[in-house]
Nanobody
């Protein structure tokens, strides 16, 4: 079917940078909005940033000015450039997509809430 595969997480010191990538693959027809969410231990999953297929972006207040979301529509890939990282940015980061794809029987399916498996980002103080 469809996979969202994240990469780019890791351990970084406060003030450092990381770039996350999320590639959608499979029997994809269209990828609409894409986004990044994160979940810290003991906390609820929260929105980090989203981007529409046309490139309009939205950011959580906590990351504005530090994180930049972008996408490559030809590659069905979304990126999250994270600069000036803080210990409170430590979390599992999840890719999310609103996409249309084909099942193994070639039935068109629209899933507005497709999730990747997550990638760990740890920021040390």
């Amino acid at each position: 079917q469809v996979q969202l595969v994240e990469s780019g997480g890791g351990l970084v010191h406060a003030g450092g940078s990381l770039r996350l990538s999320c590639a959608a693959s499979g029997r994809i027809h269209s990828v609409y909005a894409m986004g990044w969410y994160r979940q810290a231990p003991g906390k609820q999953r929260e929105l980090v940033a989203t981007i529409t297929s046309g490139g309009s972006t939205n950011y959580a207040d906590s990351v504005k000015g530090r994180f930049t979301i972008s996408r490559d529509n030809d590659k069905n890939t979304v990126y999250l450039q994270m600069n000036s990282l803080k210990p409170e940015d430590t979390a599992v980061y999840y890719c999310n997509a609103d996409l249309g794809y084909y099942s193994i029987t070639y039935t068109y399916i629209r899933n507005r809430d497709y999730w990747g498996q997550g990638t760990q980002v740890t920021v040390s103080s």
